[in-house]
C-alpha cells in the first residue's frame, strides 16, 4: 500500500520560502509510470493544483504560481519537494501531496501559516 | 490556462435518488478527467479518471462519463456516505487546474 507524508515547517513568515517534503513509502518513485504532485487547499475553499514532476525531473507547474514554485525530486530517498518564494498571507493553506496527475494516493496533508 | 467550471455549485437529493454533477473546460482535455471526492477534515479521494474508469475499490454507483469539454459524474442511489462536496480535474497536457467543487447535500 502506497503511503505519502508530507513535512516542514507550520509556519512561515512573509517573504519567505516555504519548504515541505513529501516521503513516499510502499512504492519506489524511481520506478516511473506516475507523476507526483502538491496540491492546496486554501481554509474553507477548493482544490488548487500547484503542479507535478516525473522521476525524471520533468515538471510542470500551475501557471498562476509558475514564477514562486519549485519542485524536485530525490530517488535516492524516495522523496520529492516544494518549495514556494515570496510568500504572503495568500499561501496560508493545507498542503497535499499526492501519486499521479489523477492523483490515486494522497498525504494526509499539512497546514502551512504564514504569519510573522 | 483551462478553466473548469462545476454545476450546480449545491445539489441536495434525498438518499436512494440520482445525483448528476456536471462539469465543463474552457477547451478540450480529451478524456484527461477526474472526479474526486472530499469530506471534512479528509484528503480528497480519487473516484473517477479518464473521464470514465473506476478508480480501485469505487462503487459501481459512482459512473463518469462525457470527452472534449462536457463531463459528468453520475451517482445512482445515493447512500448517505456520498453527501460530500465533488471536485473535477482535468490533467491534459501538463496541466491540473481544478473546478470549483460540488457540495452534495442531504434533501
Known amino acids: 500500500q502506497v503511503q505519502l507524508q508530507e513535512s516542514g515547517p507550520g509556519l512561515v513568515k512573509p517573504s519567505q520560502t516555504l519548504s515541505l517534503t513529501c516521503t513516499v513509502s510502499?512504492?519506489?518513485?524511481?520506478?516511473?509510470?506516475?507523476?507526483w504532485s502538491w496540491i492546496r487547499q486554501h481554509p474553507g475553499k477548493g482544490l488548487e493544483w500547484i503542479g507535478y514532476?516525473?522521476?525524471?525531473?520533468?515538471?510542470y507547474y500551475n501557471p498562476s504560481l509558475k514564477s514562486r514554485v519549485t519542485i524536485s525530486v530525490d530517488t535516492s530517498k524516495n522523496q520529492f519537494s516544494l518549495k514556494l518564494s515570496s510568500v504572503t498571507a495568500a499561501d496560508t493553506a493545507v498542503y497535499y501531496c499526492a501519486r499521479g496527475a489523477a492523483a490515486d494516493y494522497w498525504g494526509q496533508g499539512t497546514l502551512v501559516t504564514v504569519s510573522s | 490556462e483551462i478553466v473548469m467550471t462545476q454545476s450546480p455549485a449545491t445539489l441536495s437529493v434525498s438518499p436512494g435518488e440520482r445525483a448528476t454533477l456536471s462539469c465543463r473546460a474552457s477547451?478540450?482535455?480529451?478524456?484527461?478527467l477526474a472526479w474526486y471526492q472530499q469530506k471534512p477534515g479528509q484528503a480528497p479521494r480519487l473516484l473517477i479518471y479518464?473521464?470514465?474508469t473506476r478508480a480501485t475499490g469505487i462503487p459501481a454507483r459512482f459512473s463518469g462519463s462525457g470527452s472534449g469539454t462536457e463531463f459528468t459524474l453520475t451517482i445512482s442511489s445515493l447512500q448517505s456516505e456520498d453527501f460530500a462536496v465533488y471536485y473535477c480535474q482535468q490533467y491534459n497536457n501538463g496541466g491540473g487546474t481544478f473546478g470549483q467543487g460540488t457540495k452534495l447535500e442531504i434533501k
Open positions: 479518464g473521464a470514465s
Open positions: 510502499g512504492g519506489s518513485i524511481s520506478s516511473g509510470g506516475y507523476y
Open positions: 514532476i516525473y522521476y525524471s525531473g520533468s515538471t
Open positions: 477547451q478540450s482535455v480529451s478524456s484527461n
